[in-house]
């Protein structure tokens, strides 16, 4: 009996799985369901060029920016049809990766 103090069930797809689990796995970053009204960056970079303004109506694959990043123009596209409401980069401005870039009303 002392041994299965050792083990936890896991639950995976409505199956349930005896195992060992580790501290890292306790205590990880639970998923999440994305929010689409937010852009963040995929990659560190440099914001190279903005194409919007606050207010303004883009379409679904619009481009939104040009992030560069690695000598390469990543160029950010609009993921929905939407109204700008804030920018949160500068031109020249290097950002990290998950850094938020823009956000849709």
Not at 24 to 34: A, G, H, L, T
Not at 75 to 90: E, H
């Amino acid at each position: 009996m002392s041994e299965d103090k050792k083990y936890e069930f896991l639950n995976i797809n409505e199956t349930l799985y005896k195992t060992q689990i580790s501290d890292n796995f306790k205590n990880r970053k639970k998923w999440e369901i994305p929010d689409v009204s937010k852009v963040f960056s995929f990659i560190p970079g440099t914001i190279e060029q903005i194409n919007i303004e606050v207010g303004s109506k883009v379409n679904e694959g619009d481009d939104l920016l040009i992030l560069e990043a690695m000598k390469m123009r990543n160029r950010i596209k609009a993921p929905i049809s939407g109204t700008i409401k804030t920018i949160c980069v500068k031109i020249n401005e290097i950002i990290p990766k998950n850094h938020l870039l823009v956000e849709f009303e």
